[in-house]
């Protein structure tokens, strides 16, 4: 696999759990968020306006087109509202400061203080993170502006955090620069993914029209037929995730070879934490069942 990816998915149940962790749903709650909104094969799922409105605040206490924009996958009709309920109930710091604490909770009862390995991959990740570039990066942007935690299980999340904004700014900017907008984009997705169209999909909250539209524009560009992709689609697909890996490339270079090192130390804790429910067994496809079945 391409190291870049092979990070990525060594990473994600680590630093994603955040979107999953009863603690921080807990803080949420105290702020005047509702709870947890249902469960994805035992993993609480997050409350909408407390997603949008904790990850947005990474940005500062932005409206929500803006949270829309940087996070650029979901229904803005959707977005704005959330945020903009989400401000009358909290402001950016404190929701950002529960948002850490939440994650940084929950890594804690899952893997222990100080799990095996974790200041060698302060390090690594230290290293990863060093040659980053800000610009046309909004979120990643937002998390280098946060403070850098005390302990080294809090430095991991932080700098964890970082990367995978990085990466998400980056595929953000790769499938603009295929011309593809974000319903699109859901659907291709999908089908990368192995799943049906329409499923996982259905979580950025579009609408039947919408989908409707945004199939037919693929179909006219022929990227799909009606239930999958085209060859020449499969390449497209393809091809964004390539441009995305290759804008990992100084991050790649500044760690070499040791990044075999990281990910083997990243795998057990995402196992644990996976095992633990904090992070969805299957990812995409775990939240797609679930979102069916309502």
């Given amino acids: 696999m391409e190291p870049s990816r092979a990070l990525a998915a060594a990473l994600e149940p680590v630093i994603g759990q955040v979107y999953f962790s009863p603690e ?34 990474l940005m500062g206490q932005v409206p929500g087109e803006l949270v829309a924009a940087a996070f650029a996958v979901f229904n803005p009709q959707a977005v704005v509202p959330a945020v903009s309920y989400g401000w009358t109930l909290t402001d950016a710091a404190t929701i950002c400061a529960a948002r850490d604490a939440g994650a940084i909770a929950q890594l804690v009862r899952i893997l222990g203080e100080a799990p095996e390995g974790v200041g060698r991959a302060r390090d690594l990740l230290a290293r990863l993170c060093e040659p980053l570039r800000p610009e046309g990066r909004p979120l990643y942007a937002g998390v280098l502006s946060q403070p850098m935690p005390d302990t080294d299980l809090g430095a991991v999340w932080r700098m964890g955090d970082m990367l995978r904004e990085f990466r998400g700014d980056c595929h953000t900017a790769a499938w603009i620069g ?96 996976r095992d633990a429910k904090g992070y969805p067994a299957s990812g995409p496809h775990d939240l797609a069942d679930a979102v069916t079945k309502r």
């Fill in 24 to 57: 921080c749903h807990a803080n949420y709650v105290a702020l005047g968020f509702e709870a947890s909104r249902g469960q994805a094969n035992g993993v609480a799922l997050p409350d909408g306006p407390a997603y949008f409105t904790s990850r947005g605040s």
């Fill in 178 to 273: 295929a011309d593809i907008d974000a319903t699109e984009i859901g659907l291709l997705s999908e089908l990368y993914w192995g799943l049906p169209m329409r499923t996982y999909s259905r979580t950025r909250a579009w609408t039947e029209a919408q989908f409707d539209a945004a199939h037919e524009r693929l179909k006219s560009r022929g990227l799909v037929d009606d239930t999958g992709f085209t060859p020449h689609g499969h390449g497209v697909r393809e091809q964004i995730e390539h441009n995305t890996d290759r804008q990992m490339d100084r991050a790649m270079a500044a760690i070499g070879s040791d990044i075999d090192e990281l990910v083997e130390i990243l795998l057990p804790w995402g196992a644990a934490i």
